[in-house]
């Protein structure tokens, strides 16, 4: 059996991106949230660097995934397993087969902003796994906790290095309101990318072929069309560095003449200067000691980290206390 809630109207998230896009473009420096990158070319862009020689997290994480899988659902012995940012749920399908080989898992319960997304992932789901009960959730991720079902011996699953976008103050309250939506002796999975060297790091950010770049600029395609904008995309040219201070890659794009953007939506005029950075996206990368108490602080004790044999990536299970 399978279903949809729907905890989103299409007016309301006009209205997050209304509000998102005039305060990311009236600040100083100006910023853009990466959440708007997926429109239906953006997530296209995004499968296809997945898959880029440089791009290592996606498949560095499958293949922590495809190795402990099992361990996941051996040590949780969850019922139902809610995922946040589900997108396709292709590396999800690793743990519901662990999951439904334990025995444990009845209840799959993906969650996304894209409804059309996630019909098209439950409905994969549903085929490929008839005895679980797949319950999809279409909502922001950070700010869903308090729609999720209840159940005993849940796992949240938070996979793709995507706790990285938010900045430590949104990651503190996250990862609170998480552990405030499990109950003690529930988990979390969470999937992070590691501090590593930034002449292997920045390359996955900036590919030689290109993709990421289209994908970066992309993202004004889509304020165009959304709020009536005229930005010219090929006016900027992308840019991908390390952060040091903040361990962070930063992506941002970059004014490469004077320009003068107008969005009718908004009724708001942007001006930028020659070589004037708009941030379009952090990701931030993690130290194990670090990330552990970051999850502390939150009310997790963590009860397992794989990571690669390169340490570029982690897998980490945490226990609710």
């Known amino acids: 059996m399978s279903t949809v809630d729907v905890h989103l109207a299409d007016t309301a998230l006009l209205d997050e991106l209304r509000k998102d896009v005039r305060d990311g473009l009236t600040a100083d420096p100006k ?55 589900s997108g396709s749920s292709e590396k999800t399908k690793l743990l519901l087969s662990a999951g439904v080989k334990h025995g444990s898992l009845k209840t799959y319960v993906p969650q996304d902003v894209s ?14 796994f008839p005895a679980l009960e797949v319950r999809g959730i279409v909502s922001d991720f ?37 552990a405030d939506a499990l109950d003690p002796g529930e988990y979390l999975l969470l ?20 993709v990421t770049a289209k994908f970066n600029r992309n993202v004004l395609s889509v304020i165009n069309s959304r709020l009536g904008g005229n930005f010219d995309p090929d006016a900027f040219e992308h840019v991908a ?51 552990t108490a970051e999850l502390a602080a939150a009310g997790f004790d963590v009860d397992h980290l794989w990571s690669d044999a390169e340490s570029r990536f982690a897998l980490i299970l945490a226990r609710k206390s």
Do not use: C
């Open 31 to 85: 910023w853009l949230s990466p959440k708007y990158f997926y429109d239906a070319l953006g997530s296209e862009l995004f499968e296809q660097i997945t898959v880029l020689p440089e791009y290592y997290p996606t498949r560095t994480e499958r293949a922590l995934l495809e190795e402990h899988a099992l361990d996941v659902a051996e040590a949780t012995e969850s019922t139902m397993l809610i995922e946040l940012g």
């Open 142 to 178: 950070t700010d869903t906790l308090h729609n999720l079902p209840g159940g005993d011996r849940r796992t949240i699953a938070f996979l793709g290095g995507t706790l990285g976008n938010l900045i430590p103050e949104e990651r503190e309250e996250f990862l609170k309101a998480i």
């Open 115 to 128: 409804i059309s997304a996630l019909e098209g992932a439950i409905e994969q789901i549903a085929q490929e």
């Open 241 to 291: 560095l390390w952060n040091a201070e903040q361990e962070w890659i930063e992506m941002r794009l970059r004014a490469t003449s004077p320009q003068e953007v107008y969005l009718a939506d908004l009724d708001l005029h942007v001006h930028f200067e020659a070589g004037e950075d708009l941030r379009t996206e952090i990701s931030a990368k993690f130290r194990p000691e670090g990330i």
């Open 191 to 210: 999937g992070v990318g590691l501090v590593i060297d930034p002449k292997v790091l920045v390359p996955a950010y900036d590919d030689a072929a290109g």
